[in-house]
C-alpha cells in the first residue's frame, strides 16, 4: 500500500542531499609526484589501504546522507491509510453524545413528548455502534456533565434509562465544551464523531460558537420539536411593592398564536384569591395587579397559574414565598374625642399608618392601631405587657395624670419609642414639669409667621432613620409643607436635632432614653399649624419615624422570601448561629428531610422541583420560606434549524496536524504514521556513523 504525506512540501529539502556529494568530490585531495633522491629507506605501504580508506568514505558519506534523508521524511510525516482493519471490518469508532436535558424538553408538541422523541434519537445513535466501537455521554442541563465516559454503547444505553427531563436552563455550547476536553482522552486510532440531540431553542443555542470544533470533526445535529411552538407562561410574580409598583402578575404568549379564553388564578396559601378571564395577543404581554388579602404575620406562599392548551405545562404557574411582619403596635392618645373623627387631633395621624382604621374594611396595614383616652393611658401600658404598644403618640393636649406619666417613663425606658407633638393645648410650663425627663427640648414660647411668609424645612439629616424614604432622588420635597406657628425651644445636651427650619430653629428633635426613643416635633399633629399632613411627604416620613420609634427597620407590608432558578445550586445562608445546626425541610411535594448546616451556617441545597419550601428548626417553628420557578428564558420554544445552528458552530484546524512533536503518544484516527519509526532509525544510523567514524581515523 503506497504510504502519503502529511506535509509533502517539505520533500524539497531532499535537494540538500546533493551538497554534501559535492563538497565532497570538490574537496577531495589529489595524488601529487614528490622528487626524492631515494626511496629505499621508506618502508613499502600496501595499496590495499588506500582502496579501504576511500571505501570507509563512502560509506561515512552515505550513512549521513540517510540521516538527513530519514529527517526530511519524518518532518514530512509519513502514515499509511487505515482503510479497514486486519478482519476486513471498517475502522472502529467512537461516538460522544451530547444529549440536551433542559426544561424545554417537557414540551409536547404534535409529534410527541420532546423528552421521549429525544430519547429515541439518542439510542438509535448508540444502536449504530458495534460492540467494539465507544461512546460517552454528556447531558446538558442547568450545568453540563459527563455522565458517562467512554466505554461500551451499552453502558451509556443503560445510564439513557435513568435519565428525566430537568427544570433548569440548558447550554448547548457548555456541553460542546465539555465534549472537546473528552477528545482530549479518546483513542485516536479510533474514529471520532459527536452526535447533539437537542430541540435547539434559540436561548439554548446562542453561544454555539463559544466552543470551537476541529475542522475534521464530524459533528451531527438531531433536532426534536416543532421549530415554532406556541407557549403561554407565566414569567413573574412579584407581591413586594417596590417603587410604587402593586403586587402583580406577568403573562406572556410566545408564539404567533392568539390566546382569546384563558383563565388565571392566584392562590394564597392554597386558598383562591381571585380568578381573571385572560385574553393574549400573538406574542402579547400581560400584567395583572393582584390585592392580598389581610394574613396574619409569619411567611405565606403564593401561586399564579393559567389553564391554556400549550405545549408546555411547566410553566404555567409560578410561585412566591413572602413574610408579613407583625404590625407595629401603635397607641393614639386623643384628648378631644368627637363624633367626627376628621375634627380629633390624631385624625391625620391614623389616616396615614392605617387608611381604614376604624373602618368596617379591612386592609393591609405595617400598623396596628389603638386609639385611646388620657386617662386609659396607665393601664394600657401596664397591663398585658405581652401585647403592649411599641409606640406611644401624643398629640398636643392637657397634662397628663401623675400615674400616666410615670407608666409613660417606664414605658420609655423599657425601649419604647414616643412621639411628641405639640399645638394649640399645649401648656410650655406643663410640659417641661410634667415630661422633663422624656423631652428632648424645653419649650419656650409660641411664635407665629408673617403673613407674607411661612417657616419651611430646611436642612435634615438625610442618614437619619426618618428620612429613609426620602434618599432616593425625585423621592418626595421635604421642602414643600408651609408652617405656620411653632415654638421657641431649647434643645437638652443629649438631644439630636435631624431637621430645622429654614432660619434654623429646630423642628425635629430626637433623645433616647433609657432603651428607648423620644421624638418631639415643633408643629401640631393636625393641620391647624400646618399643612404637612395633607402633602404627600407625610406618610412616608410618619412610617420611618413610627419604625424607628419602635426599634425597627423600614419594614414593608410584605417581604419577598428568596427566590430561585429550578435546577440550580442554592447556597442558603443561615448565619453563624445556626452553625452545625439540623433542620427539617419540605415542600413542592416532596417527603420531608433533615438537612444539617456547615460551619458557617450554611445549607448546599439543589432545588429541581418547582414550587415553595419550607425549612423548621427541629421544635416546628419556621425558619425561612422560599420559592423555586422555572426560568422564565426556558417559555420561549422558538428553534434553530439544524443548518442553522451548524453554520454557528467554529470550525478550527486541529493543532495536532503540523508539529513533529504532536500525536507523540498515537497515530491519527484513520492514519497509520511512520515517522516515529524513521526517526527511531535515524538515530541509530547516527549512532553507527558515529561509531564508524571514530574507528576509521583511530
Same mark, same amino acid.
Given at each position: 500500500?503506497?504510504?502519503?504525506?502529511?506535509?509533502?512540501?517539505?520533500?524539497?529539502?531532499?535537494?540538500?542531499?546533493?551538497?554534501?556529494?559535492?563538497?565532497?568530490?570538490?574537496?577531495?585531495?589529489?595524488?601529487?609526484?614528490?622528487?626524492?633522491?631515494?626511496?629505499?629507506?621508506?618502508?613499502?605501504?600496501?595499496?590495499q589501504a588506500s582502496a579501504k580508506r576511500k571505501l570507509r568514505n563512502w560509506l561515512l558519506l552515505l550513512l549521513r546522507l540517510l540521516v538527513f534523508a530519514l529527517l526530511v521524511l519524518v518532518f514530512a510525516r509519513p502514515y499509511l491509510p487505515r482503510l479497514t482493519n486486519p478482519n476486513g471490518m471498517p475502522p472502529a469508532r467512537q461516538l460522544i453524545l451530547v444529549l440536551d436535558q433542559s426544561a424545554s424538553l417537557q414540551a409536547n408538541d404534535g409529534a410527541g413528548l420532546r423528552w421521549t422523541l429525544a430519547l429515541k434519537a439518542a439510542r438509535q445513535a448508540l444502536a449504530s455502534l458495534r460492540p467494539n466501537d465507544r461512546a460517552a455521554l454528556i447531558t446538558c442541563g442547568t450545568q453540563a456533565r459527563v455522565a458517562a465516559g467512554f466505554g461500551p454503547p451499552?453502558?451509556? @444505553?443503560?445510564?439513557? %434509562?435513568? *435519565?428525566?427531563?430537568? &427544570?433548569?436552563?440548558?447550554?448547548?455550547?457548555?456541553?460542546? #465544551? +465539555?465534549? /472537546?476536553?473528552?477528545?482530549?482522552?479518546?483513542?485516536?486510532?479510533?474514529?471520532?464523531?459527536?452526535?447533539?440531540?437537542?430541540?435547539?431553542?434559540?436561548?439554548?443555542?446562542?453561544?454555539?460558537?463559544?466552543?470551537?470544533?476541529?475542522?475534521?470533526?464530524?459533528?451531527?445535529?438531531?433536532?426534536?420539536?416543532?421549530?415554532?411552538?406556541?407557549?403561554?407562561?407565566?414569567?413573574?410574580?412579584?407581591? @413586594?411593592?417596590?417603587? %410604587?409598583? *402593586?403586587?402583580?402578575? &406577568?403573562?406572556?404568549?410566545?408564539?404567533?398564536?392568539?390566546? #382569546? +379564553?384563558? /383563565?388565571?388564578?392566584?392562590?394564597?396559601?392554597?386558598?383562591?384569591?381571585?380568578?381573571?378571564?385572560?385574553?393574549?395577543?400573538?406574542?402579547?404581554?400581560?400584567?395583572?395587579?393582584?390585592?392580598?388579602?389581610?394574613?396574619?404575620?409569619?411567611?405565606?406562599?403564593?401561586?399564579?397559574?393559567?389553564?391554556?392548551?400549550?405545549?408546555?405545562?411547566?410553566?404555567?404557574?409560578?410561585?412566591?414565598?413572602?413574610?408579613?411582619?407583625?404590625?407595629?403596635?401603635?397607641?393614639?392618645?386623643?384628648?378631644?374625642?368627637?363624633?367626627?373623627?376628621?375634627? +380629633?387631633?390624631?385624625?391625620?395621624?391614623?389616616?396615614?399608618?392605617?387608611?381604614?382604621?376604624?373602618?368596617?374594611?379591612?386592609?393591609?396595614?405595617?400598623?396596628?392601631?389603638?386609639?385611646?383616652?388620657?386617662?386609659?393611658?396607665?393601664?394600657?401600658?401596664?397591663?398585658?405587657?405581652?401585647?403592649?404598644?411599641?409606640?406611644?403618640?401624643?398629640?398636643?393636649?392637657?397634662?397628663?395624670?401623675?400615674?400616666?406619666?410615670?407608666?409613660?417613663?417606664?414605658?420609655?425606658?423599657?425601649?419604647?419609642?414616643?412621639?411628641?407633638?405639640?399645638?394649640?393645648?399645649?401648656?410650655?410650663?406643663?410640659?417641661?414639669?410634667?415630661?422633663?425627663?422624656?423631652?428632648?427640648?424645653?419649650?419656650?414660647?409660641?411664635?407665629?409667621?408673617?403673613?407674607?411668609?411661612?417657616?419651611?424645612?430646611?436642612?435634615?439629616?438625610?442618614?437619619?432613620?426618618?428620612?429613609?424614604?426620602?434618599?432616593?432622588?425625585?423621592?418626595?420635597?421635604?421642602?414643600?409643607?408651609?408652617?405656620?406657628?411653632?415654638?421657641?425651644?431649647?434643645?437638652?445636651?443629649?438631644?439630636?436635632?435631624?431637621?430645622?427650619?429654614?432660619?434654623?430653629?429646630?423642628?425635629?428633635?430626637?433623645?433616647?432614653?433609657?432603651?428607648?426613643?423620644?421624638?418631639?416635633?415643633?408643629?401640631?399633629?393636625?393641620?391647624?399649624?400646618?399643612?404637612?399632613?395633607?402633602?404627600?411627604?407625610?406618610?412616608?416620613?410618619?412610617?420611618?419615624?413610627?419604625?424607628?420609634?419602635?426599634?425597627?427597620?423600614?419594614?414593608?407590608?410584605?417581604?419577598?422570601?428568596?427566590?430561585?432558578?429550578?435546577?440550580?445550586?442554592?447556597?442558603?445562608?443561615?448565619?453563624?448561629?445556626?452553625?452545625?445546626?439540623?433542620?427539617?425541610?419540605?415542600?413542592?411535594?416532596?417527603?420531608?428531610?433533615?438537612?444539617?448546616?456547615?460551619?458557617?451556617?450554611?445549607?448546599?441545597?439543589?432545588?429541581?422541583?418547582?414550587?415553595?419550601?419550607?425549612?423548621?428548626?427541629?421544635?416546628?417553628?419556621?425558619?425561612?420560606?422560599?420559592?423555586?420557578?422555572?426560568?422564565?428564558?426556558?417559555?420561549?420554544?422558538?428553534?434553530?434549524?439544524?443548518?442553522?445552528?451548524?453554520?454557528?458552530?467554529?470550525?478550527?484546524?486541529?493543532?495536532?496536524?503540523?508539529?513533529?512533536?504532536?500525536?507523540?503518544?498515537?497515530?491519527?484516527?484513520?492514519?497509520?504514521?511512520?515517522?516515529?519509526?524513521?526517526?527511531?532509525?535515524?538515530?541509530?544510523?547516527?549512532?553507527?556513523?558515529?561509531?564508524?567514524?571514530?574507528?576509521?581515523?583511530?
Amino acid at each position: 500500500m503506497p504510504f502519503l504525506l502529511t506535509n509533502p512540501m517539505l520533500l524539497a529539502a531532499l535537494a540538500g542531499l546533493g551538497i554534501p556529494v559535492v563538497l565532497h568530490l570538490l574537496l577531495k585531495q589529489k595524488s601529487q609526484r614528490l622528487r626524492f633522491s631515494t626511496i629505499r629507506f621508506f618502508q613499502k605501504q600496501d595499496e590495499q589501504a588506500s582502496a579501504k580508506r576511500k571505501l570507509r568514505n563512502w560509506l561515512l558519506l552515505l550513512l549521513r546522507l540517510l540521516v538527513f534523508a530519514l529527517l526530511v521524511l519524518v518532518f514530512a510525516r509519513p502514515y499509511l491509510p487505515r482503510l479497514t482493519n486486519p478482519n476486513g471490518m471498517p475502522p472502529a469508532r467512537q461516538l460522544i453524545l451530547v444529549l440536551d436535558q433542559s426544561a424545554s424538553l417537557q414540551a409536547n408538541d404534535g409529534a410527541g413528548l420532546r423528552w421521549t422523541l429525544a430519547l429515541k434519537a439518542a439510542r438509535q445513535a448508540l444502536a449504530s455502534l458495534r460492540p467494539n466501537d465507544r461512546a460517552a455521554l454528556i447531558t446538558c442541563g442547568t450545568q453540563a456533565r459527563v455522565a458517562a465516559g467512554f466505554g461500551p454503547p451499552s453502558v451509556a @444505553a443503560q445510564i439513557l %434509562d435513568g *435519565l428525566t427531563p430537568g &427544570t433548569g436552563t440548558g447550554e448547548l455550547s457548555a456541553g460542546l #465544551r +465539555e465534549a /472537546t476536553r473528552l477528545l482530549a482522552l479518546g483513542d485516536p486510532k479510533f474514529t471520532t464523531s459527536i452526535t447533539v440531540v437537542s430541540d435547539f431553542q434559540r436561548t439554548s443555542a446562542l453561544n454555539l460558537g463559544a466552543s470551537p470544533l476541529p475542522s475534521n470533526l464530524n459533528v451531527q445535529l438531531v433536532a426534536v420539536g416543532d421549530i415554532a411552538a406556541p407557549n403561554v407562561a407565566v414569567v413573574e410574580l412579584n407581591l @413586594a411593592a417596590v417603587n %410604587d409598583t *402593586l403586587p402583580h402578575a &406577568t403573562v406572556a404568549n410566545f408564539g404567533a398564536e392568539e390566546f #382569546r +379564553e384563558l /383563565t388565571a388564578e392566584f392562590l394564597v396559601d392554597g386558598k383562591t384569591v381571585s380568578v381573571h378571564g385572560l385574553p393574549l395577543t400573538a406574542g402579547g404581554t400581560t400584567n395583572l395587579n393582584l390585592t392580598l388579602p389581610v394574613l396574619p404575620a409569619g411567611w405565606h406562599s403564593a401561586e399564579f397559574r393559567v389553564k391554556a392548551r400549550d405545549p408546555l405545562a411547566l410553566d404555567n404557574a409560578r410561585f412566591a414565598a413572602f413574610y408579613t411582619p407583625e404590625p407595629v403596635r401603635v397607641l393614639l392618645l386623643e384628648g378631644r374625642p368627637t363624633a367626627r373623627s376628621f375634627e +380629633e387631633q390624631s385624625f391625620f395621624v391614623a389616616a396615614a399608618l392605617d387608611p381604614a382604621f376604624g373602618t368596617t374594611n379591612a386592609s393591609r396595614s405595617p400598623f396596628a392601631l389603638q386609639k385611646l383616652r388620657p386617662d386609659e393611658l396607665a393601664g394600657a401600658l401596664t397591663t398585658n405587657p405581652t401585647n403592649r404598644p411599641e409606640v406611644v403618640v401624643l398629640p398636643a393636649q392637657r397634662p397628663l395624670s401623675g400615674a400616666a406619666m410615670g407608666a409613660l417613663r417606664d414605658f420609655v425606658q423599657a425601649g419604647g419609642g414616643l412621639l411628641l407633638w405639640v399645638g394649640e393645648e399645649t401648656s410650655a410650663n406643663r410640659f417641661n414639669t410634667d415630661l422633663a425627663e422624656l423631652s428632648p427640648a424645653l419649650l419656650r414660647a409660641v411664635e407665629s409667621a408673617d403673613a407674607e411668609s411661612d417657616w419651611h424645612m430646611g436642612e435634615h439629616d438625610p442618614d437619619a432613620a426618618i428620612f429613609a424614604s426620602f434618599r432616593r432622588s425625585n423621592s418626595g420635597n421635604l421642602a414643600l409643607p408651609a408652617f405656620l406657628r411653632r415654638f421657641t425651644l431649647t434643645p437638652v445636651a443629649t438631644s439630636l436635632v435631624s431637621a430645622r427650619f429654614e432660619d434654623g430653629v429646630p423642628l425635629l428633635i430626637g433623645r433616647t432614653v433609657g432603651r428607648g426613643q423620644v421624638l418631639l416635633v415643633n408643629t401640631s399633629a393636625d393641620t391647624s399649624w400646618s399643612d404637612w399632613p395633607k402633602r404627600k411627604s407625610f406618610v412616608p416620613w410618619l412610617h420611618n419615624t413610627a419604625q424607628f420609634l419602635a426599634g425597627r427597620g423600614p419594614e414593608k407590608s410584605v417581604r419577598d422570601g428568596e427566590n430561585w432558578t429550578a435546577g440550580a445550586e442554592a447556597d442558603l445562608d443561615l448565619g453563624q448561629p445556626a452553625a452545625k445546626t439540623a433542620f427539617r425541610l419540605q415542600g413542592a411535594g416532596r417527603p420531608e428531610t433533615t438537612v444539617t448546616t456547615d460551619t458557617q451556617g450554611r445549607l448546599d441545597l439543589s432545588l429541581t422541583t418547582p414550587g415553595v419550601y419550607s425549612l423548621r428548626d427541629t421544635s416546628g417553628r419556621e425558619v425561612r420560606r422560599w420559592a423555586v420557578n422555572v426560568p422564565a428564558a426556558e417559555a420561549d420554544l422558538t428553534a434553530l434549524r439544524p443548518a442553522d445552528a451548524q453554520q454557528q458552530l467554529v470550525r478550527v484546524e486541529p493543532t495536532t496536524g503540523n508539529l513533529l512533536g504532536a500525536d507523540w503518544f498515537g497515530p491519527g484516527q484513520n492514519q497509520r504514521e511512520l515517522w516515529r519509526f524513521l526517526l527511531l532509525c535515524a538515530l541509530a544510523l547516527l549512532v553507527v556513523e558515529t561509531l564508524y567514524s571514530n574507528r576509521s581515523y583511530a
